[in-house]
């Protein structure tokens, strides 16, 4: 595919890499996930400059959200990209939050400016990584960011 018009690539579901991913023009861009029980926890998106700016990240939320609905899977956007994305699109919005606001102390975030997001991002990630492995449910408060 290329950036000349051709009809872009399709979002594929990679379930054994625990991610969405759509390859462009010899580059892949990705919507990491985590499912655990009936959630969805979409982790981090990543589109390479290269393919930036064709609406790529934002197919790649919209295949996450759809593969939530059609799984009866809550969605947990994690990732700041794909909550900016969400907030921005009140059709899946609406859905989306009120599935986050059911799970007891969660709520959405958001991280401001990028240049702290891939920083939370990175910490969420830790986070739910110790939650799993040791099946704990921590919450924790961030603060002065």
């Not at 861009?29 to 290269?50: F, G, I, M, S």
């Amino acid at each position: 595919m290329s950036g000349s018009g051709a009809s872009p690539g399709p979002v594929g579901d990679d379930t054994a890499h625990n991610r969405f991913v759509v390859e462009e023009d010899g580059a892949v861009a990705e919507l990491v996930y985590h499912r655990h029980r009936d959630e969805l926890a979409l982790v981090h998106t990543e589109v390479p400059d290269p393919i930036g700016g064709r609406g790529i990240g934002g197919r790649l939320v919209a295949a996450a959200v759809e593969a939530a609905r059609a799984s009866g899977l809550t969605l947990v956007p994690f990732c700041p990209y794909a909550s900016r994305w969400l907030r921005h699109h009140p059709d899946a919005t609406a859905e989306t939050m009120a599935l986050v606001e059911r799970i007891e102390g969660l709520r959405p975030l958001d991280a401001g400016s990028l240049n702290q997001a891939a920083a939370i991002e990175a910490f969420t990630a830790v986070c739910i990584t110790l939650n799993i492995r040791y099946k704990a449910h921590s919450t924790l408060k961030l603060a002065g960011i």
